[in-house]
């Protein structure tokens, strides 16, 4: 019994052992490797994901011992992304954009954290900045109607459309007469998971007036030009 238990114990010292040296050895830029291929294994889009590393996060933290970052780094991380100016940069980086690098950095951590065996033992406090996200631009109806009257005509219901939900650019020029229900109880368009900012599918309202007047006339253009 006593040697089996000291056999039991010699295996579970070796895998602390070597867990723990796996943890010394391992450098910042292998976890960031981790986010990468995580995305792509979830069918993600990595691209903007791999520029965001390569440009804010890479050179700093690639030969950086994973086990070494504390507060202290990530606070001279922080003064030293501030400082880099690319060529088109004019003004000073936006907690947002900041934020958005630290919540890979922590991601990072966490998959090196959740792996068998583990590659960092334990995740860095990592506290994001406060940020004004209040948006501006916003325009008038007045001013809506100016601008639908020097429009091309070609643009019109895509304005028309745009302002009466707000969306992004990018999710309504993926919307197909699939995604329209105009005859529903109430009218409603369906932007789908995987299609918008956050992945998140969502159902908007087609609005009574000039929003469905608009789809009612493009989708009645549709069918006498374009059946196919």
Known sequence: VAQAKVK?????DAQEFKRRASAVDTRVGSLLDLVVEDFRRR??????????????LRPYFRDI???????DTIDRWVEWRRALKLKSQTVELKPATINREMAILRRAFQLGYDRSPQLVDRVPPIKKFG?????????TPEQYHLLIRELPEHLRPI?????HVAN???ELLKLEWADMDLDGDPPVFTLWPGETKNDDGRTLPILPGEMMDTFRAIKSEHEAKWPK
């Open 131 to 139: 940020e004004n996200n209040t948006r501006k631009g916003f325009i």
């Open 43 to 56: 069918g993600k889009n990595s691209a903007d994901l791999k520029c965001k590393i390569d440009a804010g």
């Open 8 to 12: 039991k114990q010699g295996g579970a």
């Open 159 to 163: 304005t028309c459309i745009a302002f």
């Open 65 to 71: 011992v994973a086990a070494s970052v504390d507060s």
């Open 168 to 170: 992004r650019k990018g």
